[in-house]
């Protein structure tokens, strides 16, 4: 493992310096586009690692998946009528496609998608992002992981777009809380800081058939599993999840702070990141980690 990892490290590390960070989040804005980590995690739990994979960056979109998961765990098959498990094709902050489609967004990995589920979660817990970070701890055997206030303030003085992808799908009655706190929520989800180590753990019951090792617990149950897998590799990497499945074929998510998590269903987890981004949001290096990833393993999902 650890020479594989060293491999794909130095494969890839020559790209640092192209793309570029994620601009509209001014507090993700000073983050060092010069790093570049990987961790795996194993079935059996144990963590492989090269470069920067201890230091905590902003999970962004990945806390999409933690707060599916939860919602999964509450609402079960009713979770799908009011969001959808097709690819977008279109940007993760799109505002087109829920206007033709009534409200219902494509699936729950855009943002629109991702406002639904919270919205769910919204009328489950006494504080939902309360809830998924105790939900992320447990998931990765760390008790110190926090969300950063000052970028989720951040993302909240810049509202504007994901309040009105919000404010649409309440006009579409598919949105029952405030929008106000729903959104407050969701950034404090996105602000959530992780290392690769934390994330790789984290995304380990995927790979494992729903079951984590880490809190000894059945997260998801099997069918469920293979749900989620199938809708990160569809919906995993917005507008570029067909090009991913194309190059890496494997279930992944990717976040504007510049991580990406994957899963070799039946093997093990990993986690991949480095800040800057592509134009469709992904992270330059980590997509091509990936891409070498499975190049060399020789095995992807398809
Ligand atoms: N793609 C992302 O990581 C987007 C998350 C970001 N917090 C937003 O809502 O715009």
Redesign the pocket.
């Known amino acids: 493992m650890q020479s594989l990892l060293n491999e794909i490290y130095n494969d890839v590390k020559p790209m640092l310096g192209q793309g570029k960070v ?1 601009g ?2 001014p507090a993700l804005a000073s983050v060092d586009p010069a790093q570049f980590g990987i961790a795996i995690c194993d079935n059996a739990g144990e963590v492989t690692s090269v470069g920067e994979a201890d230091t905590p960056f902003s999970i ?3 806390s999409k998946l933690f707060n599916l998961v939860m919602a999964m765990n509450h609402y079960g098959e009713g979770l799908w009528d009011r969001v959808g498990c097709e690819p977008s094709g279109l940007p ?2 799109s505002l087109v496609q829920l206007e033709y489609e009534s409200g219902i967004p494509r699936n729950p990995f855009i ?1 629109a998608g ?1 406002l639904v589920v919270s919205d769910m979660n919204e009328s489950r817990f006494a504080s939902p992002h309360l809830a998924m970070r105790d939900f992320v701890r447990r998931l990765s055997a760390n008790d110190s992981i926090f969300s950063n206030s000052d970028v989720a303030d951040s ?1 909240y003085e810049h509202r504007s ?2 309040a009105a992808m919000a404010y649409l799908m309440k006009a579409y009655h598919n949105f029952d809380n405030e929008v106000e706190d729903v959104l407050h929520n ?2 404090y989800n ?2 959530v800081e992780m290392s690769c180590k934390d994330l790789a753990r984290s995304m380990n019951f995927l790979a494992n058939r729903g079951h984590c090792v880490f809190s000894a617990s059945d997260v998801l149950n099997k069918d469920e599993t293979r749900q989620v897998n199938a809708l990160l590799a569809t919906s995993g990497l ?1 507008d570029e999840a067909g090009r991913f499945a194309f190059k890496v074929g494997l279930p992944g998510k ?4 510049g991580g990406i998590v994957a899963v070799v269903p039946g093997r093990f987890s990993l986690c991949v990141w480095s800040p800057a981004l592509n134009e469709m ?1 992904n992270s330059v290096l980590g997509v091509a980690a990936l891409e070498s990833l499975t190049r060399r393993i020789n095995w992807s999902v398809y």
Not at 254 to 257: C, D, P
């Open positions: 994620a509209y989040i962004q979109s990945i993760f902050n943002n991702a993302e777009r994901n969701y950034f996105c602000a917005y990717s976040g504007v702070g949001g």
